[in-house]
């Protein structure tokens, strides 16, 4: 009895402590953070602070646009947006991202977007990491492909990404058909040029998202 009791609690020991490299090993791979977030995540908070207005006033700038008939062009840069990130975001609007969520940042590549934010998954924290391939084929529809999601280097399952997603569309008024695209999860959306109260349609003719920049153009008319 004495033999086998020494067994058991070798075998738990030895049970344990495999669990602990494992959990160890896991804990490093997503610890993981892409180069692009490294570098964007330091910030000096002055030079933060100015991008950071340049883009709400980009923004406040195309909101005007938008309340009158014609074209409509703006263009956010990749360093405005991360500004926006690291300053207001954090100081103004809190509750855009889950209490899982912090410091997000953004690297603008050809027809991609990619993603990085700390978060924590379970026992696990790390850095996940969204890449998405954006396109625009037509006027007020945009295609995403979602390439990979992950914590450090560990792939993650992208129904939850996909739920939040659908939640948004949904909550815009924004039409979403899903489908597999290159045995990735696609998505077009499509939102629908809707009258106002003033009998204005607002459409999107033009997405386009380049090294360090997204450019947005389109149209308003009368119905």
Not at 69 to 95: C, S, Y
Request: charged share 25%; aromatic share 8%; proline share 7%.
């Amino acid at each position: 009895m004495k033999r086998w009791l020494k067994i058991f609690l070798i075998a738990l020991g030895g049970s344990f402590l495999l669990g602990l490299i494992v959990f160890q090993i896991l804990l490093m791979l997503a610890s993981r953070a892409p180069d692009f977030y490294l570098e964007k995540v330091q910030i000096d908070p002055a030079e933060a602070s100015q991008m950071s207005d340049q883009l709400l006033q980009k923004t406040t700038a195309l909101a005007t646009q938008v309340q009158r008939p014609g074209r409509w062009f703006q263009v956010f840069t990749e360093d405005e947006i991360n500004a926006w990130l690291a300053v207001d975001l954090p100081k103004n609007h809190r509750d855009l991202l889950p209490p899982e969520l912090s410091d997000p940042r953004v690297k603008l590549e050809p027809d991609a977007v990619r993603i990085a934010v700390k978060a924590r998954h379970g026992l696990l924290s790390g850095i996940l990491t969204i890449d998405i391939h954006v396109q625009s084929p037509e006027d007020n529809t945009v295609v995403l492909s979602f390439r990979r999601v992950s914590l450090g280097a560990l792939p993650l399952p992208f129904r939850p990404m996909i739920e939040r997603l659908k939640n948004f569309a949904a909550h815009a008024g924004w039409e979403m058909r899903e489908m597999q695209k290159d045995g990735v999860p696609t998505f077009v959306i499509r939102i629908p040029p809707i009258p106002d109260e003033k009998g204005q349609i607002r459409e999107l003719t033009w997405l386009r998202i380049a090294d360090g920049r997204v450019e947005l153009s389109g149209m308003v008319r009368k119905r």
